[in-house]
Structure formats: C-alpha cells, structure tokens
T-cell receptor, first 115, second 112 residues
C-alpha cells in the first residue's frame, strides 16, 4: 500500500516568494496534518484538516495557510518567505476523528531552503 | 512552541547493548507515541500507547505510558546497527486539540 506522498522533495526559494507544498494521504485516511521541522528539533504542528475543514492550527503566522481537497489531498501555502522558513515540512495522515486518529503517519517531507 | 523534554539527547552504544530513553512533560497526555526518523526521511511510527501504566512491545522495542501520564519510556533490547537514527516521543492531550507535541529527539548511534 502506498504511504503518504509529498511533492516536491526539495525546493529552493528566495525571500519574499510564495511556495506551495502538496501532500497525498494514505488511502482511506481523511485527516491531514502539517508540521515544520527545523534542524535539530522535533516537528512543530502547523495545521490539521479533516473532511476539508481546519480542525487545529499551531502557533504560526498568517503567512501560512492550507487547504484540503475532496480527495483528501492537501496543500500548504507559505507567503512572503523568510530565511527562518527554511525547514523540512512534513505531512502526516490519520484515519479520522478521535481515538486511533492520534496515530499519525508521516510522509518523507519537503525540504524547503529560502535564500 | 512547546516541546517535550526528551533524554538523553544522544547515545553511543555497542551493538548488542540495551538502550533506554525517556520523555517527560509538564502537562498530562492521553496518548504517547514513539517515532524513529532516519536522515532525509519522515518519522516512522514505532509504538502507540493509550492508557496510563500500559506496557507495549514491538519486536525488540518496549514502551511504557507513565502512571502520572506525564512521561513515557522506550527501551530497545539487543541493539543492531539499523537501530541508528533519531527517536522522538510525541504526546497528544486528547479532546479537540488535535496536534502532536514532539520532543527534541534522542540520537542513537550503534557501533558494530
């Protein structure tokens, strides 16, 4: 079975630009979460979506936004990129609402470098 | 953002040795998860714990949900070279808060 897929694998952008990252969850999973992982740290929660609705938002500025599509895939958008946005962006999928949905399965990530 | 306190930060051991690492929080969690991350890849779920006091095994890995619900432990027995990587704990407080809170990770190096 295919796991969580993310694209692109790597990305280099310039300060001030905009970026869109994409994620496809495991088949049958309806919830997608986004995390930012900077070097030497654990992942930090950005968003969670379930059935196309935002269910949770972490402590990130409004430059970060996301959406989920009817096929449960998701996009993370970051506007006005800053050097500090350079990180590994991870997508995780989970089954649904409560209980077992706390088990989140991660994709390989998108490595974003802002110069 | 908030992160769990994970220790040790790094470990260098000989193949065949047992390994213990732990994770503590100032807050109560209803779920504890342990992940392993290899360089350039996403975290892989190893063990999920849902009940205080619960002890769960996955092969050579054993994890425990602390009875105070503020800590968790991971043990690896008879380590092998492929155990090398970064191990993360993650907690979930339940309810309408859907995020996982992660520790900073324990870097494990196994000397063959």
């Amino acid at each position: 079975d295919a796991g969580v897929t993310q694209s692109p694998t790597h990305l280099i952008k310039t300060r001030g630009q905009h970026v869109t990252l994409r994620c496809s969850p495991i088949s049958g999973h309806k919830s997608v979460s986004w995390y930012q992982q900077v070097l030497g740290q654990g992942p930090q929660f950005i968003f969670q979506y379930y059935e196309k609705e935002e269910r949770g938002r972490g402590n990130f500025p409004d430059r970060f936004s996301a959406r989920q599509f009817p096929n449960y895939s998701s996009e993370l958008n970051v506007n006005a990129l800053l050097l500090g946005d350079s990180a590994l962006y991870l997508c995780a999928s989970s089954l649904a609402g409560t209980g077992i949905s706390y088990e989140q399965y991660f994709g390989p990530g998108t490595r974003l470098t802002v110069t | 953002g908030q992160q769990l306190n994970q220790s040790p930060q790094s470990m260098f051991i000989q193949e065949g040795e047992d390994v213990s690492m732990n994770c503590t929080s100032s807050s109560i969690f209803n779920t504890w998860l342990w992940y392993k991350q290899d360089p350039g890849e996403g975290p892989v779920l190893l063990i999920a714990l849902y009940k205080a006091g619960e002890l769960t095994s996955n092969g050579r890995l054993t994890a425990q949900f602390g009875i105070t619900r503020k800590d968790s432990f991971l043990n690896i027995s008879a380590s092998i070279p492929s155990d090398v990587g970064i191990y993360f704990c993650a907690g979930h407080s339940g309810g309408s808060n859907y995020k996982l809170t992660f520790g900073k990770g324990t870097l494990l190096t196994v000397n063959p």
